[in-house]
């Protein structure tokens, strides 16, 4: 059962241009968000994160937006550098329970910035 | 500081053999999380302590897992009886506290290889 979906495997686009990864959600438990960048042979690092009381929180050239209701969000990046190239992941949290501390990840995305 | 470092960076072994994966995380945080990586997959919760004990292990997949912190620093993951299936990349994350909230640094990883 896959909570956290990355429906696109791979992602590419222009220098220059904004990049759009998507990732849904099932468990309405989640109430806190993040994103994740991984290099080859690196382990994730911390991109942006966004509380379910928000519906948009930014840094930057990376914005992180989150429809509750549709259980979906997305994260941009604008204007997307080659160095931006990388493994970008979505995870969630729940308040609670079981949930509370561990993080539920999605796939992942492939994306690559042409120069 | 340092950040969160790993060993073995790579490990081969044969089917029913023993592994120790090691971990050490951040100096302070009380928090440490072990995530397993499959090919293609995004990092999947293992267990995670808050300090010495264990606070959810239920991510672990059978009796054959095991993982202990005695000081509340280091921590090692134990697999017995390897099987070829166990083949993965085994993350280790650790947050200041245990809260979702909390940005959790990772490690470059372990690669195991179960021949």
């Known amino acids: 059962d896959q909570q956290v979906k990355q429906n696109s495997p791979s992602l590419s686009v222009q220098e220059g241009r904004i990049s759009i990864l998507n990732c849904d959600y099932t468990?309405?438990?989640?109430?806190?968000f993040l994103w994740y960048k991984k290099y080859p042979a690196e382990g994730p690092t911390f991109l942006i994160s966004i509380s379910s009381i928000k519906d948009k929180n930014e840094d930057g050239r990376f914005t992180v937006f989150l429809n509750k209701s549709a259980k979906h969000l997305s994260l941009h990046i604008v204007p997307s550098q080659p160095g931006d190239s990388a493994v970008y992941f979505c995870?969630?949290?729940?308040?609670?329970?079981?949930?509370?501390?561990?993080?539920?990840f999605g796939q992942g995305t492939i994306l690559t910035v042409h120069p | 500081g340092a950040g969160v470092s790993q060993t073995p960076s790579n490990k081969v072994t044969e089917k029913g053999k023993y592994v120790e994966l090691r971990c050490d995380p951040i100096?302070?945080?009380?928090?440490l999380y072990w995530y397993r990586q499959s090919l293609g997959q995004g990092p999947e919760f293992l267990i995670y302590f808050q300090g010495t004990g264990a606070a959810d292990d239920s991510g672990l997949p059978n009796d054959r897992f095991f993982a202990v912190r005695p000081e509340g620093s280091v921590s090692t993951l134990k697999i017995q009886r390897t099987e070829r299936g166990d083949s993965a990349v085994y993350l280790c994350?650790?947050?200041?506290?245990?809260?979702?909230?909390?940005?959790?640094?990772f490690g470059p990883g372990t690669r195991l290889l179960v021949l």
């Open positions: 100096s302070g945080h009380t928090a």
């Open positions: 994350a650790s947050s200041l506290t245990p809260s979702g909230r909390e940005t959790q640094y």
């Open positions: 995870a969630a949290s729940g308040a609670g329970g079981t949930s509370y501390g561990k993080l539920t």
């Open positions: 468990n309405s438990m989640f109430d806190y």
